[in-house]
């Protein structure tokens, strides 16, 4: 059995990334605070903030990723907060830390003594994680630190047959980027205008990357950037 462990699948780019999964005939493992409806992903309920949330889930998680044929891990799951250099008191900066950066170092710790050969790490990352807007400063400083967790996954497990990338969208459809702007539809076809298709990315096509990556161990260490060529201001 083949098996994809999703964090954030519920909606958004983890959920389209579930249902290519399932397609496939994998086994699919949604950990997030809600519940994928894809029909086949056994959801795990797990804050990802909470250390002792992803030790359950690991108790399901570990037995299976063992049994399985190859393993493909994808750390979806994200914090998007609007705060500042000047304007971010500490303990918000670990709370997203802690969900977008320690949650995956967690995971990758228990998981990867049991994934074989043929398995994979992918880290979704965001153009974000190599530049920088306002407004979004513990966003951009865990994507910033994804891009490099990524590149040290990939040297510490050269010979082990597991690849490794960082999937960079640019802004795409979700839940989080409509509710980060605040659902104002002015915003939103001013942000979508900011690439040469002057569109919004759909979930599905940041998914279908995702899947393709796990398939082409050839890029491994890649950051891949998925934003439909982005304008440079």
């Known amino acids: 059995m083949r098996t994809a462990i999703i964090t954030g699948a519920s909606v958004g780019i983890g959920k389209a990334a579930a ?3 399932i397609e496939a005939d994998y086994q699919v493992f949604n950990l ?4 994928c409806d894809v029909a086949g992903v056994q959801n795990i309920n797990c804050d990802l903030s909470r250390e002792s949330d992803i030790q359950r889930a690991l108790e399901i998680l ?4 063992a049994r399985a044929e190859s393993v493909c891990l994808v750390h979806n799951a994200c914090q998007m907060r609007k705060d500042s250099a000047d304007n971010c008191r ?3 900066l670990a709370a997203v830390l802690q969900t977008n950066v320690i949650a995956a170092n967690s995971l990758n710790q228990e998981l990867l003594p049991q994934m074989s050969a043929g398995s994979s790490v992918l880290y979704v ?3 974000l994680a190599e530049k920088a807007v306002a407004g979004s400063f513990s966003y951009v400083v865990s994507k910033h630190a994804l891009v490099g967790m990524m590149r040290a996954t990939c040297q510490d497990l050269v010979g082990k047959g597991i690849h490794t990338a960082c999937i960079c969208p640019g802004f795409t459809d979700t839940e989080m980027l409509r509710t980060h702007l605040g659902n ?3 915003i939103i076809d001013s942000i979508a205008s900011l690439n040469s298709f002057n569109r919004l990315i759909e979930p599905g096509e940041i998914a279908d990357l995702i899947f393709w990556v796990h398939h082409h161990p050839v890029i491994n260490g890649s950051v891949l950037h998925a934003h439909l060529g982005q304008k440079e201001s």
């Open 125 to 127: 990352g965001s153009t």
């Open 19 to 21: 249902a290519l999964f």
């Open 184 to 186: 104002d539809q002015a």
């Open 62 to 65: 570990l037995p299976a990723a």
């Open 32 to 35: 997030s605070r809600r519940n």
């Open 90 to 92: 500490s303990d918000n």
